[in-house]
């Protein structure tokens, strides 16, 4: 049981994400997780207002079958699985955002400075959320896929496009994280 | 309906694996693009080279999907400016809050709200890149 409850290394993790890549293919559909977005929008009545989103939702059933599934697990693992969340994070990244102004950094998954209550006062917070999602949503369907089917799907299919979108990625990381996040913090 | 609800149980199976790995957090993903740890690199570089090896088993007919059908994953659209583009887009959403697609929805779980918001704005992104879609250089 202590394995349960430890954090689990990437020697653990990322083979158990193949896995997941396996039985999804071996279902008979491609992994990836991004294209519910737009799914979403369709089941929401985007089809309406634009030709773009004019598909049958129905035949993407299974996905949102299996993004009910990645909500009920993530429900199961913060209530139970987890009862510790505390990251081993390197001294420097710590004392880095500590500079920043971010607080008890690495006691939990998800800063306060992001995910705090700062949301509900602040407009700053608000914004930083909900842009950083409108970015997601544009980016992974220019881009024709996020980490799921670009990077892991596309990239061990040795396809072109999905490495020219991982860069993308990285750039674009780093642009966040080196720039970006020290300006607004 | 029914013989999809093996989707559902690994959706639940996938959401557990990212949040016992800590492929959910935010900080984890800070400390990849700045270099700072192996842990996410390990983890998406562990999970690519393996599914290589899958793959080459796909390929080679050697495994069949469950209803005996030769498993070939649909070949990725094509262009620079919108692979390149969209995916830098997608980074900076990516590095800022710390989520990606599969894991927005597992952030349900940990932080309602929150999570709810970066959603909201991932559908609308979603929406307006619908609009515009014919409009953008590939």
Redesign the interface.
């Known amino acids: 049981m202590d394995f349960i409850f430890q ?12 896995l ?11 992994f ?3 294209t ?3 799914t ?2 369709t089941m ?1 009545g ?1 089809g309406k ?2 030709d ?2 004019k598909k049958d939702w129905k035949q993407r ?3 949102l ?15 139970y ?2 009862p510790n969340q505390t ?1 081993d ?2 001294p ?2 710590v004392q ?2 500590t500079d920043l102004g971010f607080s008890n ?2 006691n939990q ?3 306060d400075e ?2 705090g209550d700062d ?2 006062t602040s407009l700053k917070g ?1 914004l ?35 490495l ?15 720039l ?2 020290p300006l607004i913090f | ?1 029914m013989k ?31 270099f ?17 090896i ?2 080459q088993l ?1 390929k080679s007919g050697k ?1 069949k ?3 005996g ?1 030769k ?1 070939v ?8 400016i ?21 894991p ?8 309602l ?2 999570a709810i ?15 515009i ?2 409009k ?1 250089p590939n």
């Open positions: 954090p689990w290394a990437w020697y653990i993790g990322g083979p158990l994400i193949a997941s890549l396996f039985l999804y293919f071996y279902f008979g559909r491609d990836g997780a991004s519910n977005f737009e979403l929008c929401a985007a207002v634009s773009y989103f059933d299974f996905a079958l299996f993004v009910v599934g990645l909500i009920i697990g993530g429900f199961i693992s913060s209530s699985l987890i990251i994070l390197n420097t990244t880095e955002l950094v690495g998954y998800f800063p992001i995910f949301i509900y608000f930083i959320l909900i842009i950083s999602g409108v970015l997601i949503g544009f980016g992974t369907r220019y881009a024709g896929g996020c980490t799921s089917g670009h990077a892991i799907t596309g990239l061990s299919s040795l396809q072109l496009p999905s020219l979108a991982v860069i993308g990625f990285f750039i674009g990381g780093i642009i966040a994280t080196w970006i996040i | 309906m999809n609800i093996k989707f559902l149980i690994l959706g639940i199976f996938f959401a557990i694996v990212l949040s016992k790995s800590q492929a959910i957090s935010w900080y984890r993903f800070y400390e990849m693009f700045k700072q740890s192996f842990h996410m690199f390990g983890i998406i570089g562990g999970a690519v080279v393996i599914s290589a899958i793959m796909f495994i999907d469950i209803n059908n498993i994953p649909k070949p990725k659209k094509k262009g620079f919108s692979t390149i583009f969209g995916g830098t887009l997608f980074g900076l959403g990516w590095g800022i809050s710390g989520a990606c697609a599969a927005v929805f597992v952030i349900l779980g940990f932080k709200v929150p918001i970066i959603l909201a704005g991932a559908l609308l992104g979603a929406f307006l890149y619908g609009l879609s014919k953008l």
